[in-house]
């Protein structure tokens, strides 16, 4: 393979600095879930996340070295090689709190539906670069976008898995509304859309039914549905303006605070270091996705900057609803949040795609063969 040494005298250094200094903060947050003030004993979950993040540079590394045109090329195949691995969860993959989400590979538990979000969007990407259109596209033109988004969508419901089958709708949405959609297919799709949701409500489970009304009244049942929700609220309120210091927060250290190392990561945070350690997190947050949206906008062709845009929502979304999430502002729908919730594949599914933002940034100052 041969490279042009202006790929790496134009790397993207300020992306690689942001996304290393918000999963070195995640590390240390994943340590201090595994504290306990009662025991003095600590948990080895940060050494696992420290493996994923190698494994995910790794990935990134082979990212930005392949031109993210040819990767668009096989974008359908890779896509189909997602699909493959989630169907494969339901015939050998391992079961837990109530979920089958994992295939365990070589002594590692991977979860498949975190990597079709990276396939769709590059899926997506593929289908909206090759059928272009300025006049906006109609409900028949969005048919394969449809089932590209619906196949993998089912089957992770059926996991079940609400919080990740949410998002990819709603990346779904993004892309298409990013594209541009006729406003009469618009308008006709959103009733469709209002038409469906008591349909929807016939095929949550009961847990998750739990959990949407406990976000309207949590203190209902506050020991039971509630109770994380109450939890969270009271941990992040606790750290106040400056926070309790690390290893102090009594929420988190007396494990009154329930997946405080994946869904509720960002109360084990707020807890600790403040309404100012928060604020300086979501700063961070805003930055990469401000930088992010700058590769997509001066991106060499379209593929570029839908993939860049897709990217970007992925990260954007999964801030957005879990921060909302721990607040009390949204339901409870099991959602990471990115680079600090533990989890080995969606650091390394994220990570990979940093590594495709970096090629399309630095392959911008590459004109075409």
Same mark, same amino acid.
């Given at each position: 393979m041969k490279f042009d040494r202006r790929l790496f005298l134009n790397f993207d250094w300020t992306l690689l600095i942001l996304v290393?200094?918000?999963?070195?903060?995640?590390? %240390?947050?994943?340590?201090?879930? +595994?504290?306990?003030?009662?025991? #003095?004993?600590?948990?080895?979950?940060?050494?696992?996340?420290?493996?994923?993040? #190698? &494994?995910?540079? =790794?990935?990134?590394?082979?990212?930005?070295?392949?031109?993210?045109r040819l990767i668009s090329g096989y974008a359908y195949i890779i896509y189909?090689?997602?699909?493959?691995?989630?169907?494969?969860?339901?015939?050998?993959?391992?079961?837990?709190?109530g979920s089958q989400r994992w295939i365990v590979i070589g002594g590692f538990s991977f979860q498949p539906s975190e990597l079709v979000k990276l396939t769709m969007i590059l899926a997506l990407a593929r289908y909206f670069d090759v059928h272009k259109?300025?006049? *906006?596209?109609?409900?028949?033109?969005?048919?394969?976008?449809?089932l590209i988004v619906v196949i993998p969508f089912l089957f992770i419901l059926k996991q079940p898995d609400l919080g990740t089958a949410l998002i990819l709708?709603?990346?779904?949405?993004? &892309?298409?509304?990013?594209? *541009?959609?006729?406003?009469?297919s618009l308008?006709? =799709? =959103?009733?469709?859309?209002?038409? %469906? &949701?008591?349909v929807g409500w016939h095929f949550l489970k009961d847990y998750q039914k739990e959990r949407i009304v406990t976000f309207f009244s949590p203190e209902k049942d506050f020991l +039971?549905? *509630?109770?994380?929700? &109450?939890?969270?609220?009271? =941990? !992040?309120?606790? *750290?106040?303006?400056? +926070?309790?210091?690390? %290893?102090?927060?009594?929420?988190?250290?007396?494990? #009154?605070?329930? !997946?405080?190392?994946?869904?509720? !990561?960002?109360?084990? #945070?707020? $807890? $600790?270091? +403040?309404?100012?350690?928060?604020?300086?997190?979501?700063?961070?947050?805003?930055?990469?996705?401000?930088?992010? %949206?700058?590769i997509g906008l001066h991106a060499r062709d379209m593929v570029g900057t839908l993939i860049s845009f897709g990217i970007t929502m992925l990260i954007f979304w999964e801030v957005f609803i879990n921060i909302g999430m721990v607040l009390g502002m949204l339901p409870v729908v099991g959602i990471p949040l990115p680079f600090l919730s533990y989890g080995g594949s969606s650091i390394v599914v994220l990570l990979t795609g940093i590594g495709l933002l970096m090629s399309i940034s630095m392959r911008r100052f590459i004109l075409r063969p």
């Open positions: 290393l200094l918000i999963s070195s903060i995640g590390l %240390l947050n994943i340590y201090s879930t +595994g504290y306990s003030l009662a025991d #003095f004993k600590q948990s080895h979950l940060y050494i696992k996340q420290v493996q994923w993040i #190698f &494994i995910g540079l =790794a990935c990134m590394g082979v990212a930005f070295c392949i031109d993210y189909a090689f997602s699909l493959l691995l989630l169907i494969g969860v339901f015939l050998y993959g391992d079961a837990a709190h259109t300025d006049k *906006g596209y109609s409900l028949r033109e969005l048919f394969v976008p449809f709708v709603i990346l779904f949405l993004s &892309i298409v509304l990013f594209v *541009g959609v006729e406003w009469k308008l006709c =799709a =959103a009733a469709g859309c209002v038409v %469906l &949701i008591p +039971g549905s *509630g109770y994380h929700i &109450i939890q969270s609220i009271i =941990a !992040v309120g606790s *750290g106040q303006i400056l +926070g309790k210091g690390f %290893l102090k927060g009594t929420q988190t250290q007396l494990k #009154f605070l329930p !997946v405080q190392q994946t869904d509720f !990561v960002f109360s084990v #945070f707020s $807890e $600790e270091w +403040g309404f100012l350690g928060g604020l300086i997190l979501i700063i961070m947050f805003l930055i990469l996705v401000l930088w992010c %949206l700058k």
